[in-house]
């Protein structure tokens, strides 16, 4: 249906005659008259009653008009956000903790700074959970350890950091050879089911590390905690700033190169907020300055 059909059953209600709707929409009578004439058609029943110059609605036009009249508005609100140079809308994020209090801040101040028109709603999650709920169109874009496997041609995938793995200990510790530290104290494991936790996992089998395993969480805060006080040593990626207070941990670097976990950006390729993921991916590839 065009909408311009709609828009002239509404004008020629509200002015009462053909000849004035004319007038207003810069066309003929003939032609106002032709678009209400095909209106009737496609809508299959009449919509509006003559009585010599003027018209009225019949009781079916009255059903429709302000259904139609919210589509004009609809339509009318759409084509001012694609071409407005004022972005405005909706986005739906998904982060995993260690981006969201870390990574996020200081890019999302410049962001609303910037765009203020956009507003944003962020799920929080694991990086397969947020993966899928990208994949499946739940939410637009997530900010996600990068997979363990190929990311799909259907989708844009921007790295933001790489955190190498670190060995964390508790000050009380002496030693500095990550390696003899992991065989040595209880390993506070990071979660294998984590993909950064399955690349830690990886990094232990392949250097022929067998640690003693005292405990196995999700969380990063949380290891940092536990092993802050002694409980064990932990292998995790060097994750953003700010970590818990009132944490004061060692770490050791590993042996050149280390396996770095990647953070980034993903969301589909052809997602309908295409345009508003833009405006967000151009802040984050803003260069960060540190004072």
């Known amino acids: 249906m065009d909408t311009r059909f709609l828009e002239s059953f509404l004008i020629v209600v509200e002015q009462g005659s053909i000849a004035a709707a004319a007038r207003q929409l810069g066309l003929t009578p003939a032609t106002v008259a032709q678009r209400i004439h095909t209106l009737e058609q496609e809508i299959g029943c009449n919509l509006v009653q003559r009585d010599g110059r003027s018209v009225q609605p019949t009781e079916n036009g009255l059903a429709i008009l ?3 009249s919210a589509i004009i508005t609809s339509v009318q609100d759409l084509c001012a956000i694609a071409t407005s140079t004022t972005p405005t809308g ?8 260690s981006a969201a209090n870390g990574l996020l801040p200081p890019y999302l101040k410049l962001f609303f700074e910037s765009f203020p028109g956009i507003e944003l709603r962020i799920t929080p999650g694991s990086s397969s959970a947020l993966y ?7 939410i637009d874009a997530a900010f996600i350890v990068e997979p363990p496997f ?16 670190v060995v964390i200990t508790s000050g009380n510790i002496k030693e500095t050879d990550p390696h003899e530290i992991l065989r040595n104290y209880p390993l506070i494991r990071y979660d294998r089911n984590q993909w950064g936790g399955r690349l830690a996992h990886e990094y232990l089998r392949r250097n022929g590390i067998w ?5 196995e969480l999700d969380s990063l805060d949380a290891i940092s ?4 006080q002694g409980t064990g040593v932990s292998l995790v ?18 042996p050149a190169p280390a396996p770095c976990r990647k953070i980034g950006f993903l969301f589909q390729r052809n997602t309908p907020r295409r345009k ?10 803003t260069p960060q300055t540190t004072t």
């Open 211 to 215: 640690p003693h395993e005292r405990l």
């Open 276 to 285: 508003l993921i833009n405006n967000l991916l151009e802040i984050l590839l």
């Open 237 to 254: 990626p060097d994750w953003a700033l700010p970590w818990p207070d009132g944490v004061h941990l060692k770490k050791i670097a590993l």
């Open 90 to 97: 909706k986005l739906n994020l998904g982060a995993i903790s």
């Open 225 to 228: 905690v536990i092993v802050n």
């Open 150 to 165: 190929d990311i799909p041609g259907t989708c844009i995938w921007q790295t933001l950091r790489s955190e190498p793995l």
């Open 132 to 138: 899928n709920a990208v994949m499946d169109g739940f």
């Open 66 to 68: 302000e259904q139609s």
